[in-house]
């Protein structure tokens, strides 16, 4: 059993490119989420999903779409990177919304 | 606003001590109340949840005071491995929106 998985660990954009990150979980929780952690904050939603096919914003969802095509997966695409994305990103799966198991963290910077 | 406050420390003890930490939310709606930890560059995990009578896991003691609009996590007899960030984590309703972290009390426990 592995979890949530995030891939890649670390990655440097430039601005303006776009990329995804990926996320998967082999728990068939229902709800997963995605969630920006930067110095001196607190964790913000980004965007989640309840099932299969339904996602929703968060609290900080511009620059960022995401997508359900399946229980496992739940992709973060930055459409045009920003230095303002620069952070570290988790994505989070659970099968009640209180208590997440998070993925080990994407660590981002856009130069 | 979201209004999850903590101390955010580092609060610095020996091993085998005793420490507490307090965090106050402002929304008198919340409904559910949990304390999760985050050790250093790595995910955040959840601790415990926080129910209205208190609760106690081995060394660790949550407790909720709806009057004052504060929880509190006790930790007896710290080990050099509770050195963490400690996450207080408030869901003023059920959904995922509403799932608030706070920025998080480090603690450094030393020899």
């Known amino acids: 059993n592995a979890g949530v998985t995030q891939t890649p660990k670390f990655q440097v954009l430039k601005t303006g490119q776009s990329m995804t990150l990926q996320c998967a979980q082999d728990?068939?929780?229902?709800?997963m989420s995605w969630y920006r952690q930067d110095p001196g904050m607190g964790l913000r939603l980004i965007h989640y999903?309840?099932?299969?096919?339904?996602?929703d914003q968060g609290e900080v969802p511009n620059g960022y779409n995401v997508s359900r095509s399946t229980t496992e997966d739940f992709p973060l695409r930055l459409l045009s990177a920003a230095p303002s994305q620069t952070s570290v990103y988790f994505c989070?799966?659970?099968?009640?919304?209180?208590?997440?198991?998070f993925g080990p963290g994407t660590r981002l910077t856009v130069l | 606003r979201k209004e999850v406050e903590q101390d955010p420390g580092p609060f610095n003890v020996p091993e085998g001590a005793t420490v507490a930490f307090n965090c106050t939310y402002s929304?008198?709606?919340?409904?559910?109340f949990f304390w999760y930890r985050q050790d250093c560059r790595k995910e955040p995990k959840l601790l415990m949840s926080?129910?209205?009578s208190g609760n106690e896991d081995g060394r660790f003691t949550a407790q909720l005071n709806r009057a004052s609009q504060y929880i509190s996590l006790l930790i007896r007899d710290s080990k050099l491995s509770d050195s963490a960030t400690y996450l207080c984590?408030?869901?003023?309703?059920?959904?995922?929106?509403?799932?608030?972290f706070g920025k998080g009390t480090m603690l450094l426990v030393s020899p």
């Open positions: 989070a799966s659970s099968s009640r919304i209180n208590e997440q198991f």
């Open positions: 728990m068939n929780h229902e709800y």
């Open positions: 999903s309840v099932g299969a096919g339904i996602t």
């Open positions: 929304n008198s709606a919340s409904q559910s």
């Open positions: 926080v129910y209205s």
């Open positions: 984590v408030v869901n003023t309703n059920s959904g995922y929106s509403t799932l608030t």
